[in-house]
């Protein structure tokens, strides 16, 4: 199944097949690379069916606000973005403004700007990296979504998936994250600004794409140039 345009007279796709056999050959295009999809713990048919029954018979699970803020003290990460991961959307290269629609932000608890912070502080991850990171979140009995901490649990698991992957961030106070949201840095998220005070080793910083998050390159202060 293609998941993307063409590009360059290539294609991305989605290809997937039951036992240890060879994946049948996709017509007589050649297949410049290929990856495996993460492998987690989590996911069998039966899991699935009984996720989909509990939604179907409870309704959505609850959201909890205050396990969203101990994700972020946990990760460093902004509390946007750690709402976000904790819905099990961590990154998206959605071009739609404003970022997710108005009944979504407002379960969340998102404003339009924290929304769209977050969504360029998550850019740099990759397909593998998203699917890595929730691939071992959810409980073995999809039925403790709905317990009593049971949010709060799969928060600390996606916590240490996330150190494991990315490291932790010194976290900064909601006002001093509002703060650098308000200065409007067009390309740098408010994490990557207040981590340049919070932790400010000289080092190189990464840049999300121009196309996703504002207009052409620039330095970031405090960063160091490549090469140096």
Not at 123 to 128: A, E, F, S
Request: with cysteine; hydrophobic share 35%.
């Amino acid at each position: 199944m293609a998941t993307y345009w063409p590009i360059d007279g290539t294609r991305r796709f989605l290809q997937a097949w039951r036992g240890a056999t060879a994946p049948p050959r996709l017509g007589e295009g050649e297949v410049r690379s290929q990856a495996e999809t993460p492998r987690g713990h989590w996911g069998t048919a039966g899991q699935l069916r009984r996720l989909v029954a509990l939604v179907r018979e409870r309704g959505p699970i609850p959201w909890d606000s205050r396990t969203v803020e101990d994700l972020s003290l946990a990760t460093g990460m902004s509390r946007g973005a750690a709402a976000l991961t904790l819905s099990g959307n961590p990154g998206s290269g959605s071009y739609y403004v404003p970022f997710l629609e108005s009944e979504e932000r407002a379960v969340l608890d998102l404003k339009t700007a924290e929304a769209e912070d977050a969504r360029c502080e998550l850019i740099p991850l990759h397909d593998q990296d998203r699917l890595t990171l929730l691939a071992d979140v959810l409980p073995e009995d999809p039925a403790d979504l709905w317990e009593a901490g049971g949010l709060r649990r799969v928060a600390a698991r996606a916590a240490q998936a996330w150190l494991a992957q990315r490291g932790g961030r010194i976290p900064a106070p909601r006002r001093t994250r509002e703060a650098a949201m308000a200065l409007e840095t067009a390309r740098y998220p408010s994490a990557d600004v207040c981590s340049l005070f919070l932790q400010p080793a000289p080092r190189r910083c990464r840049a999300p794409p121009t196309s996703s998050c504002g207009p052409a390159p620039r330095a970031t202060p405090g960063c160091s140039p490549p090469g140096t």
